[in-house]
Structures are given as C-alpha cells and as structure tokens.
C-alpha cells in the first residue's frame, strides 16, 4: 500500500498503561476479561502482553476492502463521550449525559478560538460529556495548529497524556462511534500523521468500511472517509472507488453547499484525474451555478482552485458566477483564499469589472500586512489581464520598497514583471530600481536563470539597465545554466537574450561587456504563442491598407510585415528617396527615409487604458533608434473615420504631415 505518509511518529495507540482507564467489557455472568477485537476471553487464547492474535492478523493485510474485527455486544444506543476531571480522560458511553446541540456548539466555538494544542487540551479538560464529533474535532483541532506541510511542528505533541487517553478511548470504543464520529476521527488520525497499522487506524478503517457497505452515509461523510483513504493509499484505492460510486448515485442538486464543495475538493484532491468522473463534474457545475449566489468566500475559492486542478476549461459560466460571487467577498477573503482566487482567473483568462474595481479598493490596505505572495499574484493578475491600475501598481510599488528583502526572489521577479508587461512606471520608480538592484547585489546567486533573465529584461522595458547585471547573462556559464534548467534554451528565452542585447547596443552606447554570440540570436521577435510582439489585428490592417492604396494611388507602394534585420516585423514599410517621393516597395536603392506604420489594434494597448504595452512601446522606441519615422495607427482614432474620404485625409496627416496630397482619382 503506497502510503503518502511523511512522518511517521512512535507508536502510541496501544494499550494504554494506566490503571485507571477504561476497563474491558464483559460478557456473560463469569465477567471474564474480552478484548474488543475478538471477544475472545483470555483463557481462549488472547495474548495480552502481545497484543490481539486477530488484530495483529489485520495489521498483515495490505487491503482494508472488508471489514475484519467481530462486533462486540452493543450495550447503547448513544455516542456520547464522558471525560473524568482526573489527569487521565476517558471516554464514557451514555445515554443520560449526552451534549446538547447548543453544548455542542458552545464546545465548537471554545475549540476553533484556541490557540495551541495546550490551549485544545485545557479546554478538553474543562468539559465533562463530549460526543464522538467533538472528540474528533479536538483531534482536527489539533492537527489545523500543528500541521505543516507534510509533518507536524512538534511531534511530541501525540506523547500528551491528553491525547493518548482520547486516542485510546476512540480505539476502545470505536464500535460505538457515529459513521460521522468514526471517518471524521480517521480522517484527524491521518492529518496527524498516525502510524496507519496503529491499531486505532485499522480499527477506524474496519469500522468505516463495514459503515460503507451498508450504503447509507451521507455525502458529506463520504467525503470525509474519501479525504482519509487518499491520504493513507493514494487516489488508487479500492475503498475510495466504492466511496466514488456511492456519490454518484446521488443527484448534486440534493446536496448541501457544504457536500457540494466536499465533493469538488475530494475530487481535485487526485480522484478526478485525468477527467475521471466527468458526467459528475458535469452535474456539479450546473447545480453549483444555481448556488453560487450563497458560498462564502471559503467556498468561492474552494471551486475554483478545484476547476483549476481538474482543468475545467468548458465550465466558463461557473468560473463567471463565481467571479461575480467573488466581488463581494474581496475584502473578506484570506490571503490564502485571495491567492487561489486570483490564480484561478489568470487560469482561466478571466476578468470582470466590478472585481476589478473591487480590488482597486481592497488593495491600498492590505500590501503592507498581506503574505507576500497574495501580493504577487495581486499585481500579478493585473500583469496577465492587461490592467492598467495606478492605484494598484501604485500601492504594490510603495510596499516593494519597504518588504522586498522579505521576498523571494521568484516573487522580486514577478512584481517587476507586471509592470514592465504594462509599461507603467510608478511614482517611486527610482527607489523601486534602487531596490531592485540592491537584491541583486546581495542575492544575485539566489536567482534561477529563467527568472533573472525575466527580470532584467522587464527592467529594460521601463527603461531601466542594470548594465552591471545584465552583462553576466551574456557570459558562457550562465548561458550554460539556462540550458541546464529546462530542456534546452526555447525561442522565447533566446528571443530575450536578443532583445536584451540589442537593447544595450542601442540605449546603452557606452556598454563594453560581453556579446551575444550568434548562435543564440534569433531572426524574428514575432513568433507563435507567447512572442515579444503582439501580431497586427488582421481586421484594423485591411482597412488601413484600402486607405493607403487610396492615398498612394497603388498597392506597390508599401510593403506589409516586413521582417527588419533588426528582428522587429514592421506592420506596413513605407520607402523615401531624397527629395521625399515614395519608391516601390520592391526597390532597395537611393532609399533616403524609412517609415514604419504601427497599425496598434486593442491587444497592444491595456485594457482599460490607452497605454501602449511594454513590449510595443519598447518596439517604438527601437524602430525610432534606429533611424525608422515611426508613425503609429492606433485602434481608437482610426474606428471614429466611417467614409473614405475621412481614412484618406487621416492617412495623409499621418504620414505626410507637411505636404498636399496627390489625387489619384
């Protein structure tokens, strides 16, 4: 059984030492000692210095497909739980002392306000009845404060008397847990990290599966016992694809919220892989998106970290309802919900505007006190959505000045980024880059190549050159990084290396480092998927051509995407002699004037502002270094013109500024 478990901490489930606790039941009138697991009596054959002959015969299986333990006599119907007030608790089974639903929920609000696990333990000792479901919730309490990653922070933490006794008296007595109380306290024992051959575990997992053979748990303790066996086994298990089978015998619109968003998280846990399961997945978006209007910001991000892990790119009107659901939790997300929220939409490659707007207020109040990654993916999603927010990048910007030595390197790294991609310089621009470059000095060994090279490259775009920095990315060693860190150099990576370098050539004149050798140059900046050129709007170039052959008097009289030897590919080239004529676009002599007609469509530009990229306005001011008149066609002034005449006249003032126009017709 391939167990997913990290840590595995001393045995402590067996029996317990102390006198005084729970006693062995009895049967019949000799009320001699019989051990739970087999009802055995000792003269039969229990070893109890060893343990029981059955149970250690379980702890032999690789399989927890049937249920193996005999159930002992059932003495009552409640599963209700008494702590003694000595140093040693213990469970006590009755039906006179069970807790009230407000005691229940009374003992819920204590636990999730404490603090520690010696907090959880203090308040156990403080009650006198507890139910199974409390029990376990001490137990899962424990684990949400001591859990990190894939191990506990303190271990020692299960040697407590405390929860010895509780682990002990759930093992006693595990017959006469609730299905609730048994997978909710097997799903605690795996969050803890328990030895899975324990004999509480092996107990919990026979219980639950002879519970799960009757078929009549609900969705929400399915889900629970779903958790506890991908935990233990992997999405693999056999216990975990009759659990899937007993849910989708169920309809998704009787679920609860909370089953709903149980059975999405089961799912993207690793059990809906490789669009396993998708007529449910199918099932759950349409329901859930007649519920959206009543998640919690828990839930909100729940789904949508599951439709990214599940890649559910056909559920667009989900990820819609959720986004619209989202603008009224912004202020209330975590930062851990914020995050999973905000990487969704980028997934997804969706915005809205009044989220938009919601985040514009939300964030001038959460950069100085939110994690640093919740940050990076808030000036991160603005990057990848083409949103242009002053107030955001402002605000991002003033906090990157004063936390930046708390950030990765990755982190550093991706802020810059999105404001290069916009093109946007803030306020504070010279402390931002003098911060900046004092990571570098002191963490520059820090950076993985790719990262260091999207860093400077996104400086050069905002018109900052770290020279210093950017000369040792030319150097063979570091060349030989790149290559090491995926397989080989990619076009975009070498694409970046050019640009770079032609950047220092032509705004860095007095740069005498290092050179690209050509072998790592590429010819074209503009290629398929991600390009460091946005390709002309197909549409917006057509009817800009109609007016030049209209102004020009013939087609023959410019060029279109024309590749410079410069790596730029030029929308429409226009050639002029010496005295300003227009030449053919064929002809290579006596060319006295290039001009190059940028035919700015919307994807160059932010969305929501008429400011031209990063990469397009470092284009321009290339093309102008290196002797090109640049004249730019951007999309919002060509779509007022509706005649022709209007187009031509528009052109002519363009291009020609300073001369009458020639009628051709």
């Known amino acids: 059984m391939a167990l997913k478990l990290i840590q595995r901490v001393p045995p402590l489930l067996g029996r317990y030492p102390h006198a005084g606790a729970a006693r062995l039941l009895s049967t019949g009138p000799a009320a001699q000692p019989v051990c739970v697991a087999c ?15 059955k149970l250690q015969q379980d702890c032999r299986r690789r399989s927890f497909t049937t249920t193996t333990t005999i159930k002992e006599p059932f003495f009552v119907a409640s599963s209700s739980v008494g702590l003694h007030r000595d140093s040693w608790p213990r469970f006590r089974l009755t039906q006179l002392h069970r807790p009230t639903s407000a005691e229940e929920e009374s003992f819920q609000q204590r636990l999730w306000s404490c603090s520690s696990s010696l907090q959880v333990f203090t308040l156990l000792r403080s009650v006198e009845i507890v139910s199974d479901t409390m029990a376990a919730a001490v137990l899962h309490r424990v684990a949400d404060l001591e859990q990190v990653g894939n191990s506990l922070k303190d271990p020692t933490v299960l040697e407590k008397e405390t929860i010895r006794a509780l682990c002990f008296q759930l093992e006693q007595d595990s017959r006469r847990l609730t299905d609730a109380g048994a997978v909710s306290a097997l799903r605690a024992c795996t969050r ?36 506890a066996m991908l935990a233990m086994e992997g999405p693999g298990c056999v216990m975990l694809e009759q659990v899937m089978e007993q849910i989708q015998k169920q309809e998704p619109t009787q679920w609860s919220l909370a ?64 986004c619209k659901q989202a603008v009224r939790h912004v202020p209330r997300f975590s930062d851990e919900e914020l995050t999973i929220v905000l990487g969704a939409l980028m997934h997804f490659g969706h915005s809205d505007r009044f989220f938009v707007e919601a985040m514009e207020r939300y964030v001038p109040t959460m950069t100085f006190t939110s994690h640093p990654e919740t940050v990076t993916k808030v000036i991160q999603f603005f990057g990848r959505r083409n949103i242009l927010s002053p107030t955001v990048c402002d605000a991002v910007a003033e906090s990157f000045v004063y936390r930046a030595d708390d950030y990765t390197t990755s982190q550093v790294t991706r802020q810059i980024m999105a404001l290069g991609k916009l093109g946007y310089l803030p306020p504070n621009a010279n402390d931002v880059f003098r911060k900046v470059e004092t990571i570098l000095y002191s963490r520059f060994s820090h950076f993985q190549p790719r990262s260091l090279l999207n860093l400077l490259h996104s400086c050069t775009m905002l ?80 009817s800009v051509k109609t007016g030049l ?61 008429r400011q031209l990229l990063g990469k397009e306005a470092m284009k321009q001011r290339h093309l102008k270094l290196l002797g090109y008149q ?36």
């Open 39 to 53: 009802l055995c009596t000792s003269s039969g054959g229990c070893i109890r210095t060893q343990g029981c002959r």
């Open 192 to 227: 803890l990290f328990l030895d899975p051959w324990s004999t509480l575990m092996v107990r919990l997992v026979s219980e639950s599966q002879e519970r799960l053979d009757r078929g009549q748990m609900s969705v929400g303790q399915l889900c629970t016992l779903g958790f």
């Open 259 to 322: 089953d709903l968003v149980s059975v999405y998280r089961l799912l993207q846990g690793g059990v809906g892989e490789d669009r396993k399961y998708q007529d449910l997945l199918n099932a759950m978006h349409t329901h859930a998106v007649t519920v959206t209007s009543r998640m919690n910001p828990a839930a909100v991000s729940g789904l949508l970290g599951a439709l990214v892990s599940l890649n559910q790119t056909q559920a667009m009107p989900l990820v819609i309802n959720l």
């Open 463 to 542: 018109e900052r050159f770290p020279v210093n920095f950017v000369s040792k990315v030319f150097s063979s060693y570091f060349l030989q990084q790149l290559q090491d860190q995926g397989n080989g150099i990619d076009q975009i990576i070498l694409a970046q290396l050019t640009q770079l370098y032609m950047t220092l050539k032509l705004e860095c004149p007095f740069y005498e480092g290092p050179k690209l050798l050509p072998k790592y140059c590429v010819k074209s900046f503009l290629m398929f998927g991600r390009s460091l050129e946005t390709p002309v709007d197909v549409h917006l170039y057509n």
């Open 549 to 609: 052959v209209d102004l020009l008097g013939a087609r023959s009289y410019f060029g279109s995407k024309v590749l410079t030897p410069y790596c730029y590919t030029l929308d429409v080239e226009i050639k002029l002699d010496e005295e300003g004529f227009v030449l053919p676009a064929s002809q290579n002599d006596d060319i006295h004037k290039r001009i190059a007609l940028c035919i700015d469509g919307y994807k160059r530009f932010t969305t929501n502002k």
């Open 630 to 665: 640049v004249v730019q066609i951007p999309y919002y002034e060509f779509e007022k013109l509706r005649h022709k005449s209007s187009v031509v006249e528009y052109l002519h003032q363009k291009i020609f500024p300073h001369t009458f126009r020639l009628n051709w017709g």
